[in-house]
């Protein structure tokens, strides 16, 4: 029976995407994870019954949430919405609203997960990159082990794929510039009842050289070039994979950890000046390589390029060893 009302309540979504199509770009579809949220917590079921037009009412909804994180989530979505014609709305929440949001809270990171993953498949290669394959974060997540009592970083966080199940860490803090992404990330991390402090900021102009870190973790987006400001603040850097890489390292605890999903190019390009080369040879010399994963093309949602995990380690149990696999 709860698998026979999972697929009804997956179909109902889907046809929450079939009035979209047409009316909005696939690149706002994400609005149907805000709603999807909203239901859950029951605070849909009064627009309906409500005198007013239906979308003032519900961004009426929006604008009273008390709650800051929130605030600023909405805030990211309401153009969307304000785009959006009185009848689609009016449809969109009646087909909501014929979710029992019970049922709906219950079974909420299975959905929402679901949800984004169509998201991700209607717009194509071009727009994947925020999210991972939901088995290459199982299979991080296995490498590393337990977080618990762990302090966390994620950089160029995306939409948290990588921290959203760390609930038994002692902190997590993580960064994503993107602010869709960013919205998109903190509703999941909220379902998942994290502890996450998750910013809408720049993780290389921002990088906090403060603090300390028991586990960094992270998959940047493959090629992206340091210009500008960031140029001018890390002119040793060409692109993201270089700066984590060359950064990171001292931002670990004595015993801390960097896992880095990095397209395979990271093993062998020089740069300019042999400036990735360097990079290369310190990270050699200093013995901070613990292991590098392989792993084909066409696992990623936005390249076929082939890529690999990179590990390094403060607390390597064996010196002068790297682990290719």
């Not at 994947?128 to 490498?143: A, K, M, V």
Request: hydrophobic share 40%.
């Amino acid at each position: 029976m709860l698998k026979d009302n999972m697929e009804e309540i997956k179909n109902k979504i889907w046809e929450l995407f079939r009035l979209l199509r047409g009316e909005i770009n696939t690149a706002d579809y994400s609005i149907v994870l805000l709603l999807i949220n909203l239901q859950s917590n029951n605070l849909l079921a009064e627009i309906l019954r409500s005198d007013t037009k239906h979308k003032e009412s519900l961004i009426k909804v929006l604008d009273n949430t008390n709650n800051s994180t929130l605030s600023e989530v909405f805030k990211v979505f309401l153009p969307t919405i304000k785009s959006l014609g009185e009848q689609t709305i009016s449809q969109i929440l009646e087909i909501l609203n014929s979710i029992d949001p019970n049922l709906l809270q219950k079974n909420i990171v299975e959905i929402y997960d679901d949800s984004l993953d169509r998201i991700v498949l209607s717009q194509g290669r071009e727009s994947g990159g925020f999210i991972q394959p939901n088995q290459l974060t199982e299979f991080i997540n296995s490498y590393i082990g337990s977080t618990k009592d762990k302090k966390i970083f994620n950089p160029f966080s995306g939409a948290a794929s990588l921290i959203k199940d760390c609930n038994e860490s002692k902190s997590i803090y993580a960064q994503e510039i993107n602010p869709k992404t960013w919205a998109i990330g903190q509703l999941r991390l909220i379902i998942n009842e994290s502890n996450a402090n998750y910013k809408c900021d720049d993780s290389i102009m921002n990088w906090p050289t403060n603090m300390k870190f028991d586990l960094i973790v992270s998959s940047p987006p493959f090629g992206l070039r340091l210009n500008g400001a960031n140029r001018d603040k890390y002119p040793e850097f060409r692109n993201a994979e270089d700066f984590l890489l060359g950064i990171s390292v001292n931002s670990l605890s004595e015993k801390g950890q960097v896992v880095a999903v990095l397209p395979t190019g990271i093993l062998f390009r020089e740069g300019r000046e042999g400036r990735e080369r360097r990079i290369r040879e310190d990270l050699i010399q200093n013995d901070l390589i613990d292991a590098i994963i392989s792993f084909p093309g066409g696992l990623l949602h936005n390249t076929n390029i082939p890529f690999v995990i990179v590990i390094l380690n403060k607390a390597k149990k064996h010196s002068n060893i790297i682990k290719i696999v």
